[in-house]
């Protein structure tokens, strides 16, 4: 199994949400990785916010890169979550047909089903934010562990 975390920037939410399945999950089982919508930060680390709510849970997240989303992820990944209804959307336009479309999920659809809620985007909000973030995603990621099951 492959799964595709996806945010804007890939350098706060799905840094986080990357790394937060990735220590849940038997790596010889399932692949995890994570890009963004925007071509903002390629190769950047993630925010040093992220990596230091995620260090505070026991959790390194300086191996990551960020990078762009693109149309070749469909090929490569079995699941695509999106971190927002923005996102979710800037995936969609470059599905190429329905089996692309999918792939495609709202990430907090694991946690709260139906309801398309987004991860807020701590980037211009204060440390807390990223907190709510972690948490928020750490509760998804364990729904997305036990569908795995």
């Known amino acids: 199994m492959k799964i595709l975390m996806v945010c804007l920037g890939n350098i706060c939410r799905s840094p986080l949400a990357q790394s937060i399945l990735e220590s849940?999950?038997?790596?010889?089982?399932?692949?995890?990785?994570?890009?963004?919508?925007?071509?903002y930060h390629i190769g950047n680390l993630p925010d040093k916010?992220?990596?230091?709510?995620?260090?505070k849970y026991g959790i390194d997240i300086t191996n990551q890169r960020a990078r762009k989303f693109?149309?070749?992820?469909f090929d490569e990944f079995d699941v695509i979550y999106a971190m927002?209804?923005?996102n979710y959307r800037n995936i969609l336009?470059?599905?190429?047909?329905?089996?692309d479309e999918d792939k495609v999920k709202m990430i907090l659809n694991e946690s709260h089903?139906?309801?398309n809620l987004s991860v807020p985007d701590p980037y211009h909000g204060v440390n807390q934010g990223f907190e709510n973030v972690y948490k928020m995603l750490d509760e998804a990621c364990d729904f997305i562990?036990?569908?795995l099951k």
């Open 24 to 39: 849940k999950v038997n790596p010889d089982l399932v692949f995890v990785d994570s890009a963004g919508t925007a071509a």
């Open 93 to 99: 336009s470059l599905a190429r047909d329905k089996n």
């Open 145 to 147: 562990v036990n569908k």
């Open 113 to 115: 089903p139906n309801k």
């Open 70 to 73: 693109t149309a070749k992820d």
């Open 84 to 86: 927002d209804d923005s």
């Open 49 to 55: 916010r992220s990596i230091k709510v995620a260090r």
